[in-house]
C-alpha cells in the first residue's frame, strides 16, 4: 500500500491550502481514509477521516468549520481542504487508511508533507 500526500507549502494565517493523497495498492472504494498530523514537539493527532460507507465526514474539534475532507474513488485519491489556517495548524500532515473494509484501525501511512502557516 503507497499513500503518497502533497500540496503542503507555506502560507500567511487566514489563507487556504488543499492536500492530496494518491492511494494504490488497497481497495479504495471500501477503505476509510483520513488525516492526521503532528506539530513539532507534540503529539501526533488526529485531523478527519472519511469512510467509505455512507461517506461520513469525522472532524477533530480543532479544524471542524475550516477544514472539509473528500474523496474521489475514480481516481483513489483523498483531499483534504483547508481554509482560515491558523498558525497552529502548522505541522506534517499524514494520510492514512484502515487497513481492512472491517477494520477500525489506521495501519497504513504516508510519509506526510509539510504546512507551515505564518502570522
Known amino acids: 500500500v503507497q499513500l503518497q500526500a502533497s500540496g503542503g507549502g507555506l502560507v500567511q494565517a487566514g489563507g487556504s491550502l488543499r492536500l492530496s493523497c494518491a492511494a494504490s495498492g488497497l481497495t479504495f472504494r471500501t477503505s476509510d481514509m483520513g488525516w492526521f498530523r503532528q506539530a513539532p514537539g507534540k503529539e501526533r493527532e488526529f485531523v478527519a477521516s472519511n469512510r467509505w460507507r455512507g461517506d461520513i465526514t469525522v472532524y477533530s474539534d480543532s479544524v471542524k468549520g475550516r477544514f472539509t475532507i473528500s474523496r474521489d474513488n475514480a481516481k483513489t485519491t483523498v483531499f483534504l481542504q483547508m481554509n482560515s489556517l491558523k498558525p497552529e495548524d502548522t505541522a506534517v500532515y499524514y494520510c492514512?487508511?484502515?487497513?481492512?473494509?472491517?477494520?477500525?484501525?489506521?495501519?497504513?501511512w504516508g510519509l506526510g508533507t509539510l504546512v507551515t502557516v505564518s502570522s
Open positions: 492514512v487508511a484502515k487497513d481492512a473494509w472491517y477494520s477500525e484501525r489506521w495501519g497504513y
